[in-house]
Every structure is written in C-alpha cells, then in structure tokens.
Nanobody, 124 residues
C-alpha cells in the first residue's frame, strides 16, 4: 500500500512537499516515482528515482517541465519517497500520484502500485 500526502493550495512561485510511504509485506522496492494528471490530460511522469542506491544520481529522471524546480528524494531504509516542488506554476496544478515498482517475492517480477493521489493547486 502507498499512502501519499502533502498536496494543497499554493500561490504562483510557492513551494510544496509531497510525501509517500510504502507499507505492507514485500521483498523489495525497485523504482519509486511521482506522476501527475491534469483534467483532460493523460497521466505523465514527473520524476522517478531508482531502486539501486548506487545508481541514484545517474538514473534519477525528471520531466523537462519540472527540471530545476522539483527534487525527488528517497529514504531507502524507510521505503518513502518525497517530492520537493519549488517555483510552482499554475500549469503544475494536477493530482499527483506516487508509484512504486514492488517485488512481492524474491523471484517475482516487480509490479507497479499507486498511491491514492493528492491534489496540488497553484493559483496565479
């Protein structure tokens, strides 16, 4: 289970921090990330951070639209992922979903799980 929190209403140029925690019984978590969906649009990738700690800096990926403004971080021991969002713009308004590719068993392929979504609204 993924539990997300931290959304809300913020003014243009403001900041918000989203938080997501994975709970339950599983073998390991591979990638963790954040996606967002605006009304009438498809869900899109915001940022993803890999499961391999040694590849954290090389393989962390951001959407071009958020590079330099958003920062994803992960606590590998606590199975949590955060998204620090700075310099927010009205076009960042969306429902944000955390995701995690989780291996339920040692020999099973990872399966993608989604959090419940948290609304971020940026006013102009």
């Amino acid at each position: 289970q993924l539990q997300a929190s931290g959304g809300g209403l913020v003014q243009f140029g403001g900041s918000l921090r989203l938080f997501c925690a994975a709970s339950g019984t599983f073998f390991s978590i591979v990638d963790m990330g954040w996606y967002r969906q605006s009304p009438g649009k498809q869900r899109e990738l915001v940022a993803v951070i890999p499961g391999d700690l040694s590849r954290k800096y090389a393989d962390t990926t951001y959407a071009d639209s958020v590079k330099g403004r958003f920062t994803i971080s992960r606590d590998y021991a606590k199975n949590t992922v955060s998204l620090q969002m700075d310099s927010l713009k009205p076009e960042d308004t969306a429902v944000y979903y955390c995701s995690a590719d989780i291996k339920l068993g040692g020999w099973t392929p990872p399966r993608t799980f989604w959090g419940q979504g948290t609304l971020v609204t940026v006013s102009s």
